[in-house]
């Protein structure tokens, strides 16, 4: 059969296919091309409906080719809007270039329905325009039958309940296009899904004895939905395993669910054991309805099994509620605490005290002096309020709360500001002692540096100094006796220059005296020497000693001065860190009164 730019309009049919039919095939060829297919009805399929082929001759290809066509508002009262097929080779059709807009089906698939697998019988639908199609006024494009189902519920993988618990679950309804099926008209409503129970380990000698029972362990689709929230398990303590099935249906689907293992213990210490029909339940005790169990109290059992009387059950308060109905809060005396609290804070306070008069009276002596004796002072102020803080922790109000609050962090907050500056002076300002691995993360720029560039150029110096000072021993020790006076003259000079650099003096007094020893030495030697060289040779060798010296010294006052550098850096570094600190710490302090404010508009009752 083939058609070719036709116009099928305003057809109806009280069966299938509104405009064509094609059923009880034997070998099928339809060739269907350009064709116009609008506002045609039927039971199902609107506009096209393929039935099932005779016979089961699969050597017999068909020939299906739908090209080019419009299939637009058509309509279905079950299946099927434009199209319905329930073709067992309709995967060999070509389909291609086909507008399918604005279609409708009463049941499912608004614009095509497939009835058997889609994975064996669907044609290629992705070159083709199909939108727009709906069922009772929802988008339904295309589906077909149910095809799997699906749990929703996230189980663990060791599963265990009580006996008489519930153990909710839900599960989803999908077709072979992995579409949800909305089933609006709850067309298959009457599909039940059930869930049954065995135990793990069957006991073929135990087969009539039950050992459990469920309740709301059967449940229909709703909007492609099975909630079984009211499944609950009745059982003897063992393990089980779930099984599920599908009832009410005629054709297959798949429950892509796999068994589920479930262990059910007995009861809880507070419930109490009760049997019906060898099948064990728990019951919770109940008690007067003078015993607030919903708010302050909790039902205790008086019996372990089987019996659950409420004028025998025990009506027991809550933590923090007593009275003969639970209706009195109790307080806790915190008396003794805040006693002990108050005989400790006294004798701390008291050795701080002790502690600080001892400083203040011995501020003058070096080791408080070089520590800082304010800093001492603030430290100690710090500790003073944080055990201070402690007076109130028993606080039963907000004011309480607000003075623990503030005294206990501007406490910790002083103590870890005098840390603080401890600390970072001591990485600017400290020498590092070389010998020391300990102490490697000080950086070059410290003042060790300083102190070791002088140490190395008193060195060098001292050395050019002995050298020197052979030349003019051996050169000028007979001037010398003849002529004292010049002795005299040049020696000051010679020291003056060794005397000039206070710093190096100070740091390292060796080598000063070495050479100040070397050049009485020298004097001594003179009365000996021979007067042969003459007074003006003399000069001139002294001159270029002194030179020497001279030229040494500037170099060393020059790599000095570099130095000094790096030192001034260290105390500039130094004097911003506390800089930073009477910017910040007042900040701080702000903060915690705005918060205790903040918090006191909030009109917030605290009690503990």
Request: hydrophobic share 35%; charged share 20%.
């Amino acid at each position: 059969m083939t058609i070719s730019n036709s116009n099928f309009s305003n057809n109806y049919c009280k069966s299938n296919g509104g405009a064509i039919c094609i059923d009880n095939i034997s070998n099928l060829y339809v060739n269907l091309k350009s064709n116009l297919f609008e506002n045609n009805q039927a039971i199902n399929g609107g506009a096209l409906y393929f039935g099932d082929k005779i016979g089961n001759n699969l050597n017999i290809d068909p020939y299906i080719n739908i090209e080019n066509n419009t299939f637009k508002r058509n309509l279905a009262e079950n299946f099927g809007g434009a199209i319905y097929s329930k073709y067992t080779q309709m995967e060999l059709a070509v389909f291609k270039k086909n507008e399918i807009t604005f279609n409708e089906a009463g049941i499912m698939g608004g614009g095509i329905y497939i009835e058997n697998s889609v994975n064996k019988n669907l044609m290629n639908l992705n070159d083709s325009i199909i939108e727009n199609n709906t069922v009772n006024s929802y988008i339904n494009n295309f589906t077909s039958k149910p095809s799997y189902i699906l749990l929703n519920t996230t189980l663990n993988d060791n599963i265990s309940i009580i006996t008489g618990d519930y153990f909710p679950l839900n599960f989803t309804l999908f077709d072979e296009f992995d579409n949800l099926i909305e089933d609006i008209t709850k067309y298959y409503s009457s599909m039940t899904l059930k869930v049954s129970m065995i135990e793990k380990e069957n006991n073929m000698k135990n087969l009539d004895k039950i050992s459990f029972k469920m309740m709301g362990n059967i449940g229909s689709f709703i909007k492609g939905r099975c909630e079984l929230t009211n499944l609950r398990i009745f059982a003897n303590p063992n393990t089980y395993i779930l099984k599920f099935s599908i009832e009410n249906y005629n054709n297959d689907i798949n429950i892509n669910v796999n068994n589920v293992e479930i262990e059910v213990k007995g009861c809880n210490k507070d419930q109490i054991k009760m049997h019906n029909k060898n099948i064990l339940y728990c019951e919770n005790p109940i008690c007067k309805s003078t015993c607030p169990t919903n708010s302050t109290a909790t039902c205790k059992p008086y019996y372990e099994e089987s019996i659950n009387d409420r004028n025998l059950n025990r009506c027991e308060c809550l933590q923090g509620w007593g009275g003969e109905y639970c209706e009195n809060r109790v307080f806790l005396d915190f008396s003794i605490l805040k006693n002990n609290i108050s005989s400790i804070f006294i004798l701390i306070s008291f050795i701080i005290l002790v502690y600080v008069l001892f400083i203040i009276l011995n501020r003058k002596q070096n080791i408080i002096k070089d520590s800082g004796f304010y800093k001492i002072l603030i430290f100690c102020t710090g500790l003073f309020f944080f055990f201070f803080s402690l007076l109130f922790s028993t606080y039963t109000n907000y004011f309480e709360c607000s003075l623990n609050f503030f005294f206990k962090h501007v406490g910790i907050s002083l103590m870890l500001v005098i840390y603080y500056i401890f600390n970072s002076i001591g990485v600017e300002l400290g020498i590092l002692n070389e010998k020391d691995e300990k102490f490697k993360f000080l950086s070059t720029d410290t003042l060790s540096d300083s102190i070791r560039g002088s140490k190395t150029n008193l060195n060098e110096y001292s050395k050019s100094s002995g050298n020197q000072f052979s030349i003019f021993s051996s050169k000028t020790n007979l001037a010398f006796k003849s002529n004292p006076l010049l002795y005299e003259e040049i020696h000051p000079t010679i020291t003056n220059n060794l005397d000039n650099n206070n710093t190096d003096s100070i740091i390292n007094k060796k080598y000063e005296t070495e050479i100040k020893e070397k050049v009485k030495s020298e004097k001594r030697s003179i009365d000996d020497l021979n007067s042969e060289y003459s007074s003006s040779s003399l000069i001139l060798n002294i001159s270029k000693s002194n030179g020497n010296i001279n030229e040494k010294y500037t170099e060393k006052t020059s790599n000095q001065k570099n130095k000094n550098k790096a030192l001034i850096k260290s105390v500039k570094n130094a004097h911003v860190m506390f800089l930073e600190i009477l910017i910040f710490y007042p900040i701080f302090f702000i903060v915690i009164i705005i918060t205790i404010g903040i918090y006191k508009l909030k009109d917030v009752s605290y009690t503990e």
